[in-house]
């Protein structure tokens, strides 16, 4: 026997004036986390200035098909992100809002995705937590303001669940009619969207679609129902989707499938030759902060269908499929031998679904036991921010300030916690609506006006914007190497320098302008060589402290004597 299911809300939003308050405060929710502030932030990191350094070339050149980085063929990625970012910077300009906006946008379009399957399944109460939730989160707001495949991919494959989703029967109940046997427009946007996330990231795809479908079709043992998405309506969408690409770019560069299926996928996944070794448990800790402030919820959110599960020995299939989805990924990406935090996001949005079900139907008993883990969330993230904050500082690459900030973050998310708690606490005097409003207000406002000061302290000291436009501005462009800067520097410095800067070694003769560390400018000094900061780069909260010298090469017999 189950618990009478008691809506969080006692009655739906009957007056005009609140559907439009809560269509408003929907709209500006994925607006502000979306889509605020794409630019405010130069390309960090090595793989924004990349990727956006490709989509850049694509627009100049005019070749759509082969990737290139400096004039080299690189088969790292497919090329989904890269046409998306080519054609917004050829309709709106070069700039990090363009490069970003195909993540925004796939992040949007996933959204919307799954609240429509939610509204249809569940009601519009579902489908406003969805809305509410899933946008607030920590992994969503960060991916979609990244230049990288990772939100596009995560994007597709989320929209090819919920088209699956259709193709299985999910969305037939006794709320929606009944679907022809064969929903042809469901199995065409299916292929189409499955082959976009296999170019936004490759066959990847196809194993975690599937592998999610046969797990589903093994707890439900509805095999023929999965044999649908097999389909030759969904193979030939899917074939005119993915394959065009493959082809031509394999036509045209014989190493492809050798480098982008060989290293890039096989190798990436199932040896350590990339560099990105964790433990097992890495996925553990990048989830929670994924899904701050609402992990609480998720985490109530599993325990609670477990438990039904263990009584009833029943699952609500659509629920089911995004369940097995979620746990086929984090499976899947444990056993590979790299390990990225990018790597795990379609978990992010896939639990979106479920959670707004669980919100909706919420019983008095769970009503309690979400109170409380809710407050448990709040009282942990206090304690987190008061208490570790010494053992922030001790965190290495975390200098003063972000640890300052990562202890005031924390105790900003215990605030929305509280106030979410209080919507599902019955009594409470403000009511369920009023605080569960106030609680995405509470992320929403803040991050809408991010003070500009506080945006450019981040900007100046984490990407190389702001030093390459000084080098600009003192017109040595073309004079400029580097010396043993990291890889995220060097490709930032690239894309916004618009060249590959050379690397200076010791055997070029005459004076050079050099962007190093203050470190490896301490030791060349010591070796004899005479240095003149030329322009300062970074007030010195980075690992680098990149600045530009001008070096005068000095020879060892030349040098002074004490």
């Known amino acids: ?98 490069a970003r906006l195909p993540s925004a946008i796939s992040a949007l379009l996933a959204t919307l995705a799954l609240s429509w399957l939610a509204l249809r399944l569940y009601g519009a109460e579902t489908a406003r937590w969805l809305l509410l939730l899933l946008p607030t989160t920590v992994g969503m707001i960060g991916f979609s303001h990244a230049a990288s495949t990772d939100m596009p991919f995560s994007a597709m494959l989320t929209i090819a669940m919920v088209c699956a989703a259709v193709v299985l029967g999910l969305t037939r109940n006794e709320n929606t ?40 079709a093994l707890f439900t043992k509805r095999w023929r129902d999965a044999f649908r998405l097999l389909h030759p309506v969904a193979i030939a969408s899917f074939c005119l989707t993915a394959l065009p690409w493959y082809i031509l770019c394999a036509r045209r560069n014989p ?30 800790p990048v989830l929670i902060l994924a899904l701050l402030p609402w992990t609480a919820v998720f985490v109530w959110t599993g325990i609670s269908r477990a438990l ?20 086929f990924c984090l499976i899947f990406f444990t056993v590979s031998k790299s390990k990225l935090p990018g790597y795990i996001l379609p978990i992010i949005p896939a639990l979106g679904m479920p959670i707004g079900e669980s919100l909706s139907s919420i019983g008095a008993s769970r009503r309690r036991s979400l109170c409380a883990s809710l407050c448990g969330s709040t009282l942990f993230l206090l ?43 019955r009594h409470f005097f403000l009511g369920a609506k009023t605080c569960g409003a106030l609680a995405i207000l509470w992320i929403c406002v803040p991050l809408y006006f991010t003070p500009g000061g506080l945006i450019s302290f981040f900007d100046h000291d984490n990407s190389a914007r702001y030093l390459s436009g000084r080098i600009i501005s003192r017109g040595v462009l073309n004079d400029v190497n580097t010396y043993r800067v990291n890889r995220s520097w060097t490709y930032g410095l690239n894309f916004y320098l618009h060249r590959e800067l050379p690397e200076w070694n010791e055997t070029i003769m005459g004076d050079s302008y050099v962007v190093m560390s203050i470190g490896e400018c301490q030791k060349l000094r010591e070796r004899g060589f005479q240095l003149q900061l030329f322009e300062f780069g970074h007030s010195g909260r980075t690992t680098q402290n990149l600045s530009v010298y001008r070096v005068t090469f000095r020879a060892v017999s030349e040098r002074a004597s004490p």
């Not at 502000?32 to 627009?59: K, N, Q, T």
């Not at 190798?267 to 996925?283: A, V």
Request: glycine fraction near 6%; charge should be neutral; proline fraction near 8%.
């Open 308 to 327: 039904d599960f263990y009584r009833t020995r029943s699952f609500e299939p659509c629920a089911l499929l995004f369940w097995t989805f979620a746990g």
């Open 1 to 98: 026997m189950t618990e009478p299911s008691i809506p969080i809300a006692e009655n739906p939003p009957a007056s005009s004036a609140a559907r439009i308050g809560w269509a408003i405060l929907i709209l500006a929710t994925l607006y502000v986390c979306y889509f605020s502030h794409l630019g405010a932030i130069g390309f960090v990191g090595p793989d924004e200035p990349r990727y956006a350094w490709i989509a850049r070339d694509m627009a100049e050149t005019g070749d759509w098909v082969t990737p290139r980085l400096y004039g080299k063929p690189w088969f790292e990625k497919p090329p989904l992100f890269y046409w998306g970012a080519a054609a917004s910077f050829k309709l709106f300009g070069v700039s990090e809002a363009a």
């Open 177 to 216: 009619p009944i679907l022809p046997h064969t929903p042809w427009l469901a199995l065409i946007l299916f292929g189409f969207f499955l082959g976009a996330a296999v170019l936004a990231k490759g066959p990847a795809a196809i194993i975690l679609s599937g592998g999610a479908v046969f797990f589903w």
């Open 383 to 425: 304690l987190s921010g008061f208490l570790l904050r010494p053992a922030l500082f001790r965190l290495p690459r975390m200098d003063s300030f972000a640890q300052q900030g990562m202890a005031v973050l924390l105790l900003y998310f215990s605030v929305a916690c509280s106030l979410l708690a209080c919507a599902f606490f």
């Open 255 to 284: 190493d492809f499938f050798r480098i982008f299926i060989i290293e890039h996928n096989f190798k990436r996944f199932l040896t350590p030759e990339f560099q990105h070794i964790q433990p097992f448990w890495y996925y553990v």
